[in-house]
């Protein structure tokens, strides 16, 4: 029966052509009806070409069965292309001057079309290509271009969140060596990049590529260690990669295979034996809603697989055919015009009525086979794709969906669903990947460790001698294997390896020179997992940008920073003002303010009936005054006959006592603070001094001396432990040794530990994020790593012990990172505001009293008057 139906179909394809010897400009006339030409260029030995061929002549049938009254009938003329963009180009030459078409339908493939597009441009006919997917080429770089398909761009975006979802940190992209694979790789890797995820190796392979070729570089990617391959590839070449693949034994538990829809949407033509092999392979191609249309389509036909690209082609031809009937009377026309008036290019007529027929069709919009046909800037958007897991035996099982707004999802949005956390978890929990391996258990990690039996070469330094706590190492002299390690850094990262979920092997290399001494600096220890001579380096290292460049690093697992650490003055100060220093300018000029007002008070209290406050003025201002020197230590010999003055002094011997109390213990702290004083207080006096400083030899802080610092090299001296820094830091510059150093934190703390009665810091902490382990960049394991360091620094107890299993001897002093002045232990008088405040408002009101009391107001005020 399907058979009948598409001789049934194929007959009414050619009967449409009409009649060819009537054909002048692309139109004809078969009765009241006019035949438009459309020309037609595929590859009948393609999977793709055989099925739009079919779906073609499916097309045009059902539009004029449904629209019999429209005026015009599309009329084909197929040529074959072979996958050769000289034939295709030549098929459309012959199509546009011998055929005289309107349109050309095709070519297939993404490299004829190239030419072909050029070819339409020129003769300003629409060329609508159904399968030409590649985005090295679009519509808005060739007006008269048009793609009824998806751009391969827009699956980008699907892929990119599927290899986020499973946390994949490198992919290895094999495709095809054509225009379809080289146009889309460049944009599929940089969106990989954007998600920290490394392309690790591109692998072309060449449709004229032989098994033994395929096999070998089949064999070159199992050898490295990840496991995430994403393949772009057409069918014909795929088929022959997913064959060899299961015979290399590629096709095992542990590997991740990603189709596109190059491969995804033609399983069907492709055969069993190779899908077979491709069990356990995740795809992603186009969702075709399951509409009524679809449905009947598929009834009516016998079709009980379909295929996009087969709807593609059906959409297609329904708006070129809706398209042309809205622009059939300028092709009227311009048959009637008379040959010579046609413009020609390069032997090409240009079309009269092309651009009209362009304008109509990207205007052209209703509910296809596939879904929304809508056209825009010239081609085709999927918004929605499906994700399928191939099963062997059991074929294709849609496991999710994926669209813009809602990302991957396992319902398809029909029924109203939405997207949610849950939903992901349970779309990966469908998966079967290769070798029958269920996702339940645990996603692939994508990667492998060993490889061959191959161990993580990981490489130590040879740490500075008064630092062993950090790390310590013993090596065969002769292999440079590390025989024996401990230390702080070295019990984190054995910690950290216990904690993932999978073994890596490893073995330790001291980075030491025939001679047993340091190789070269931290920096060149690193350089060296680029040149690939380690895998990893474990030990104090710091992470700072520059290093970033070539390494990647794992999570701090201890804190870092530079201090400058510099010698304290031991003389006690020679400064004969120091007495005057516990109180700043404003509270001494407070208290002489106060002390005056104290006196003025008693003498307004006391004048009028204190017998020995009379006598001359200065006698009398002389004895009121004194109250105030003298009361704070009851030394006056004078009485005061007034209860207001008694008050008023004693409030002013409360403020006195306050004041002399905190004068006392300012001094005090002043002076053994004056005594504590850094040599240098910050760099820029060491600098003007032109003074010598020291670091760690072989450490980074070297480079921040001279880059950021503005040290000169010839000003810097290098040392290996504490004792060399207390040594250098004794003398000073001017005896050969140095005035500060300046090194990390960890070390300084270690080095004040022991000398901290000496030295001190000053000046601020030069950040940096800290010290990690130290991977090539893009390492997978670098996640895996960083949360099972996180997880082991987190453990505060355990933190403690090691700390105080390495570094036995810890500071009882207080280490800071600044040395307060003197200024900062001077007390003002916002101190002593409370207090002011209240004595004066005690002696104002004292004073309204006795003024209103003895009638003072009242005779100031008759005067006045």
Same mark, same amino acid.
């Given at each position: 029966?399907a058979?009948?139906?598409?001789?049934?179909?194929?007959?009414?394809?050619?009967?449409s052509?009409?009649?060819?010897?009537?054909?002048?400009?692309?139109?004809?006339?078969?009765?009241?009806?006019?035949?438009?030409?459309?020309?037609?260029?595929?590859?009948?030995?393609?999977?793709?070409?055989?099925?739009?061929?079919?779906?073609?002549?499916?097309?045009?049938?059902?539009?004029?069965a449904?629209?019999?009254?429209?005026?015009?009938?599309l009329?084909?003329?197929?040529?074959?292309?072979?996958?050769?963009?000289?034939?295709?180009?030549?098929?459309?030459?012959?199509?546009?001057?011998?055929?005289?078409?309107?349109?050309?339908?095709?070519?297939?493939?993404?490299t004829?079309?190239?030419?072909?597009?050029?070819?339409?441009?020129?003769?300003?006919?629409?060329?609508?290509?159904?399968?030409?997917?590649?985005?090295?080429?679009?519509?808005?770089?060739?007006?008269?271009?048009?793609?009824?398909?998806?751009?391969d761009?827009?699956?980008?975006k699907?892929?990119?969140?599927?290899v986020?979802?499973?946390?994949?940190?490198?992919?290895?992209?094999?495709?095809e060596?054509?225009?379809?694979?080289?146009g889309?790789?460049?944009?599929?890797?940089d969106?990989?990049?954007?998600?920290d995820?490394?392309?690790?190796?591109?692998?072309?392979?060449?449709?004229?590529?032989?098994?033994?070729?395929?096999?070998?570089?089949?064999?070159?990617?199992?050898?490295?260690?990840t496991?995430?391959?994403l393949?772009?590839?057409?069918?014909?070449?795929?088929?022959?990669?997913?064959?060899?693949?299961?015979?290399?034994g590629?096709?095992?538990?542990?590997?991740?295979?990603? /189709?596109?829809?190059?491969?995804?949407?033609?399983l069907?033509?492709?055969?069993k034996?190779?899908?077979?092999?491709?069990? *356990?392979?995740?795809?992603?191609?186009?969702?075709?809603?399951?509409?009524?249309?679809?449905?009947?389509?598929?009834?009516?036909?016998?079709?009980s697989? /379909?295929?996009?690209?087969?709807?593609w082609?059906?959409?297609?031809?329904?708006?070129?055919?809706?398209?042309?009937?809205?622009?059939?009377?300028?092709?009227?026309?311009?048959?009637?015009?008379?040959?010579?008036?046609?413009?020609e290019v390069?032997?090409?007529?240009?079309?009269?009525?092309?651009?009209?027929?362009?304008?109509?069709?990207?205007?052209?919009r209703?509910?296809?086979?596939?879904?929304?046909f809508?056209?825009?800037?010239g081609?085709?958007?999927?918004?929605?794709?499906?994700?399928?897991?191939?099963?062997?035996?059991?074929?294709?099982?849609?496991i999710?969906?994926?669209?813009?707004k809602?990302?991957?999802?396992?319902d398809?949005?029909?029924?109203?669903?939405?997207?949610?956390?849950?939903?992901?978890?349970?779309?990966?929990?469908?998966?079967?990947?290769?070798?029958n391996?269920?996702?339940?258990?645990?996603?692939?990690?994508?990667?492998?460790?060993?490889?061959?039996?191959?161990?993580?070469?990981?490489?130590?330094?040879?740490?500075?001698?008064?630092?062993?706590?950090?790390?310590?190492?013993?090596?065969?002299?002769?292999?440079?294997?590390?025989?024996?390690?401990?230390?702080f850094?070295?019990?984190i990262f054995?910690?950290a390896?216990?904690?993932?979920?999978?073994?890596?092997?490893h073995?330790?290399?001291?980075?030491?020179?025939?001679?047993?001494?340091?190789?070269g600096?931290?920096?060149?220890?690193?350089?060296?997992?680029?040149?690939?001579?380690?895998?990893?380096?474990?030990?104090?290292?710091? /992470?700072?940008?520059?290093?970033?460049?070539?390494?990647?690093?794992?999570?701090?697992?201890?804190e870092?920073?530079?201090w400058?650490?510099?010698k304290?003055?031991?003389?006690k100060?020679?400064?004969?003002?120091?007495?005057?220093?516990?109180?700043?300018?404003?509270?001494?000029?407070?208290?002489?303010?106060?002390?005056?007002?104290?006196?003025?008070?008693v003498?307004?209290?006391?004048h009028?009936?204190?017998t020995?406050l009379?006598?001359?003025?200065?006698?009398?201002i002389?004895?009121?005054?004194?109250?105030?020197?003298l009361?704070?230590?009851?030394?006056?010999?004078?009485?005061?006959e007034?209860?207001?003055?008694?008050?008023? %002094?004693?409030?002013?011997?409360f403020?006195?006592?306050?004041?002399?109390?905190?004068?006392?213990?300012s001094?005090?702290s002043?002076?053994?603070?004056q005594?504590?004083?850094?040599?240098?207080?910050?760099?820029?006096e060491?600098?003007?001094?032109?003074?010598?400083?020291?670091?760690l030899?072989?450490?980074?802080?070297?480079?921040?001396?001279? *880059?950021?610092l503005?040290?000169?090299?010839?000003?810097?001296?290098?040392?290996?432990?504490?004792?060399?820094?207390?040594?250098?830091?004794?003398?000073?510059?001017?005896?050969?040794?140095v005035?500060?150093?300046?090194?990390e934190?960890?070390?300084l703390? %270690?080095?004040?530990?022991k000398?901290?009665?000496?030295?001190?810091t000053?000046?601020?902490?030069?950040k940096s994020?800290g010290?990690g382990?130290?991977?090539?960049?893009?390492?997978?394991?670098?996640?895996?790593?960083?949360?099972?360091?996180?997880?082991e620094?987190?453990?505060h107890?355990?933190?403690?012990?090691?700390?105080?299993?390495?570094?036995?001897?810890r500071?009882?002093?207080?280490?800071?990172?600044?040395t307060?002045?003197?200024?900062?232990?001077?007390?003002?008088a916002?101190?002593?505001?409370?207090?002011?405040?209240?004595?004066?408002?005690?002696?104002?009101?004292?004073?309204?009293?006795?003024?209103?009391?003895?009638?003072?107001?009242?005779?100031?005020?008759?005067?006045?008057?």
């Amino acid at each position: 029966m399907a058979n009948l139906c598409m001789f049934i179909v194929l007959l009414l394809g050619i009967t449409s052509y009409g009649s060819s010897a009537a054909f002048e400009n692309g139109t004809s006339s078969v009765g009241s009806k006019k035949v438009v030409r459309v020309g037609v260029i595929l590859d009948p030995d393609s999977g793709v070409g055989k099925m739009a061929q079919n779906y073609i002549y499916m097309a045009h049938s059902d539009f004029y069965a449904t629209y019999p009254n429209y005026q015009t009938r599309l009329s084909f003329s197929v040529k074959t292309s072979g996958r050769d963009a000289v034939v295709a180009a030549s098929a459309a030459l012959d199509l546009m001057k011998n055929d005289g078409v309107q349109a050309i339908i095709g070519p297939e493939w993404s490299t004829e079309a190239k030419f072909v597009i050029n070819l339409g441009k020129k003769a300003q006919i629409p060329i609508i290509s159904i399968s030409a997917s590649s985005p090295s080429f679009s519509p808005s770089q060739s007006p008269f271009f048009i793609r009824t398909c998806q751009d391969d761009n827009s699956q980008i975006k699907p892929l990119v969140s599927i290899v986020q979802q499973f946390r994949w940190r490198q992919v290895i992209v094999i495709y095809e060596d054509t225009e379809f694979g080289n146009g889309f790789i460049p944009y599929l890797t940089d969106s990989l990049q954007k998600i920290d995820t490394r392309v690790l190796y591109r692998s072309v392979i060449s449709p004229s590529s032989t098994q033994l070729n395929i096999s070998k570089e089949l064999a070159k990617i199992k050898a490295m260690e990840t496991r995430v391959l994403l393949v772009h590839m057409t069918a014909s070449v795929g088929s022959k990669v997913f064959s060899i693949a299961k015979q290399e034994g590629m096709m095992s538990e542990g590997y991740v295979w990603i /189709i596109t829809d190059g491969l995804s949407t033609l399983l069907d033509p492709i055969e069993k034996n190779v899908t077979d092999s491709m069990h *356990g392979v995740l795809g992603l191609r186009p969702y075709v809603p399951n509409t009524k249309q679809l449905k009947e389509f598929k009834t009516r036909f016998n079709v009980s697989e /379909i295929n996009i690209y087969g709807l593609w082609a059906y959409d297609t031809i329904w708006a070129l055919a809706k398209a042309v009937e809205s622009v059939s009377h300028l092709d009227l026309n311009a048959s009637a015009q008379s040959r010579h008036r046609n413009r020609e290019v390069f032997g090409l007529r240009v079309s009269e009525s092309g651009p009209q027929l362009l304008e109509k069709l990207l205007s052209t919009r209703f509910k296809g086979l596939s879904g929304e046909f809508h056209l825009i800037r010239g081609q085709l958007e999927v918004e929605k794709f499906e994700i399928i897991n191939l099963r062997e035996k059991k074929g294709e099982e849609v496991i999710g969906y994926w669209t813009a707004k809602k990302g991957i999802n396992i319902d398809s949005g029909e029924n109203g669903k939405a997207a949610n956390s849950s939903s992901i978890d349970e779309l990966k929990e469908r998966v079967i990947w290769p070798g029958n391996y269920h996702a339940k258990v645990a996603p692939p990690n994508g990667w492998v460790i060993p490889v061959s039996g191959k161990k993580l070469r990981i490489g130590v330094p040879l740490t500075a001698a008064g630092f062993k706590g950090f790390l310590d190492i013993k090596w065969d002299n002769k292999t440079l294997k590390v025989t024996n390690i401990t230390g702080f850094c070295y019990e984190i990262f054995a910690a950290a390896l216990e904690k993932l979920p999978f073994d890596v092997p490893h073995e330790f290399f001291a980075y030491v020179n025939d001679s047993g001494q340091s190789n070269g600096t931290y920096d060149d220890l690193l350089y060296q997992i680029k040149l690939q001579k380690y895998d990893a380096v474990v030990a104090d290292t710091t /992470i700072v940008a520059n290093r970033t460049t070539f390494v990647d690093f794992t999570l701090p697992y201890s804190e870092s920073g530079v201090w400058m650490v510099v010698k304290v003055k031991d003389e006690k100060t020679k400064d004969i003002w120091i007495f005057l220093k516990p109180l700043r300018w404003d509270l001494w000029l407070t208290l002489a303010i106060a002390f005056f007002s104290t006196g003025f008070i008693v003498w307004i209290l006391e004048h009028r009936t204190n017998t020995d406050l009379k006598g001359p003025r200065h006698k009398q201002i002389g004895k009121v005054f004194l109250f105030s020197f003298l009361t704070p230590v009851f030394a006056h010999g004078d009485r005061v006959e007034s209860n207001w003055s008694r008050f008023v %002094l004693t409030i002013w011997v409360f403020v006195a006592f306050i004041v002399t109390q905190s004068y006392t213990a300012s001094l005090a702290s002043m002076l053994t603070v004056q005594s504590l004083q850094p040599s240098f207080v910050d760099v820029n006096e060491l600098r003007m001094n032109d003074c010598y400083v020291g670091y760690l030899e072989n450490s980074y802080v070297r480079e921040l001396l001279i *880059g950021q610092l503005n040290f000169k090299e010839s000003r810097l001296r290098h040392y290996a432990s504490p004792e060399e820094y207390h040594h250098a830091l004794s003398k000073g510059s001017k005896n050969g040794g140095v005035d500060a150093v300046f090194d990390e934190i960890p070390y300084l703390k %270690l080095f004040l530990a022991k000398y901290c009665s000496r030295y001190t810091t000053v000046g601020p902490t030069y950040k940096s994020d800290g010290w990690g382990f130290a991977f090539p960049v893009g390492s997978p394991l670098v996640p895996y790593m960083s949360r099972a360091t996180l997880n082991e620094t987190e453990d505060h107890t355990k933190m403690q012990k090691l700390e105080l299993k390495y570094f036995s001897y810890r500071s009882k002093c207080q280490v800071s990172s600044s040395t307060s002045s003197a200024d900062s232990h001077s007390l003002n008088a916002l101190s002593f505001a409370g207090l002011f405040i209240i004595m004066g408002l005690t002696f104002f009101l004292l004073c309204l009293i006795f003024l209103v009391k003895y009638g003072y107001i009242r005779t100031c005020l008759l005067a006045m008057l």
